[in-house]
C-alpha cells in the first residue's frame, strides 16, 4: 500500500458508529431478539463500554444443534472472549495488518481508554480501501 493512502485520514471515516450490544448477564433470548430487530448476525458483549466478547448467529445455532437450550444461557457463558480492536486514529495500513493477521471479519474501534465506540466490517473496509486506490489512480492521470 503507498504511504499515500497510509497517510489517509483515521479509520473513523468507514466505522459503523451504531453498534448492537449487550450485557454479559443478558440471556441468549434477548441477544437472539437484538440481532432480528436490528437485522444483524453478531452482538458485541460490552462490560463498562469496553467490548469484551462477542456472539454470532453461529454461536447460537451451534448451541441448538447439540440439543442445547439457548434460553438457558447468558452472553458471558457462550460469547467469544477473543475479539480484535483498533484505535480510531489508527491508520489504513494499520487496520489492513490487523485483518490480514487474523481471520476476524470485524474489527471494534475503541478510544484511548478502551471504550467502544465502533466497529468496522473486513468488507466495508476492502471497500474503502479500493475506493481510495481508484481515487489515487484517477488523481494521477489527471496529473500526467
Do not use: W
Not at 469484551?52 to 441448538?64: A, N, P, Q
Amino acid at each position: 500500500m503507498s504511504e499515500e493512502i497510509n497517510k489517509i485520514a483515521p479509520l473513523a471515516i468507514d466505522m459503523v458508529i451504531d453498534i448492537v450490544t449487550c450485557d454479559l448477564e443478558d440471556n441468549l433470548t434477548k441477544v437472539a431478539e437484538l440481532m432480528i430487530s436490528h437485522q444483524v448476525d453478531s452482538i458485541l458483549v460490552i462490560n463498562s463500554n469496553k467490548p469484551v466478547g462477542i456472539i454470532t448467529e453461529g454461536v447460537i445455532v451451534k448451541l441448538i444443534s447439540e440439543g442445547k437450550n439457548p434460553c438457558e444461557f447468558i452472553a458471558k457463558d457462550v460469547m467469544v472472549s477473543s475479539i480484535y480492536s483498533v484505535f480510531s486514529n489508527d491508520r489504513v495500513f494499520d487496520i489492513a495488518s490487523q485483518f490480514e493477521r487474523t481471520t476476524i471479519n470485524r474489527l471494534c474501534v475503541v478510544d484511548d481508554d478502551g471504550n467502544l465506540i465502533g466497529i468496522i466490517s473486513k468488507k466495508s473496509f476492502d471497500e474503502f480501501q479500493n475506493c481510495l486506490l481508484s481515487f489515487k489512480k484517477r488523481r494521477k492521470k489527471s496529473k500526467s
